[in-house]
């Protein structure tokens, strides 16, 4: 069956710093691949997504993912984490419906 | 920018009670979903819809759940008889195309359930 994981569920990270933030697939094609983020209380707000071409790919906020194939990794990376980047993100596969990961915190300290 | 509403943010609600949760979609897309993420737990899907019926559900949208699009403008999701297990938040979105494709799906911002 198709899965996302997310393997941290919390990360920490200093304002300023660098960020990545781990994802793995498991399905049988390349399929279209999203990362979406959740500030408290909000709804679920696309950041990027992949479909083919580039494997690097720019999204708002300053984010930017990378599609590994050979690891069926979609990364999410950000050069300097600021405080408002503190949220839930998650990673999504599209299959007709989007099948998310777990999730993964993010702290921003200062 | 069009967004995706739901109402109300928040129903608390007894265990057996029927509730209906509202959504008002982004006003030109076609395609329908819901999903509910128990607290702390992944986002789910629930049911995707267009053309006036079902595309796809997943087995946690079992008798207990219906979808309608009563009008024009609302997309609702019915729980029957609700039980203490369907406590979560619940999300629903719109595309102008189907998932598996390249269209965006919008989220709204929630309605949180408490069956008490």
């Known amino acids: 069956a198709q899965s996302v994981t997310q393997p941290d569920i919390h990360i920490t990270v200093s304002e300023g710093a660098s960020l990545e933030l781990r994802c793995n697939y498991s399905?049988?094609?390349?399929?279209?691949l999203f990362w979406y983020v959740q500030s408290p209380g909000q709804g679920l707000q696309l950041l990027l997504k992949y479909f083919s071409g580039d494997t690097l790919v720019q999204g708002i906020k300053g984010f930017e993912a990378e599609f590994k194939r050979s690891q069926s990794s979609f990364n999410l990376r950000k050069p300097s984490v600021h405080w408002s980047d503190a949220a839930e993100y998650f990673c999504a596969v599209a299959l007709n419906k989007l099948v998310f990961g777990a999730g993964t915190i993010l702290r921003v300290k200062s | 920018e069009p967004e995706v509403t739901q109402t109300p943010s928040h129903q608390v609600t007894q265990m057996g009670q029927e509730v209906i949760l509202r959504c008002v979609p982004i006003?030109?897309?076609?395609?329908f979903y819901w999903y509910r993420q128990i607290l702390g737990q992944k986002v789910e899907f629930l049911v995707s819809f267009y053309n006036n019926e079902i595309s796809e559900k997943s087995e946690i949208f079992d008798d207990q759940f219906s979808v309608e699009r009563p009008d024009g403008s609302n997309f609702t999701l019915k729980i029957r008889s609700t039980k203490l297990e369907d406590s979560a938040m619940y999300f629903c979105?719109?595309?102008?195309?189907?998932?598996?494709?390249?269209?965006?799906?919008?989220f709204g911002p929630g309605t949180r359930l408490t069956v008490l």
């Open positions: 979105a719109s595309s102008d195309g189907l998932a598996g494709s390249w269209n965006e799906q919008f």
């Open positions: 006003s030109n897309h076609l395609y």
């Open positions: 399905y049988g094609a390349t399929p279209y």
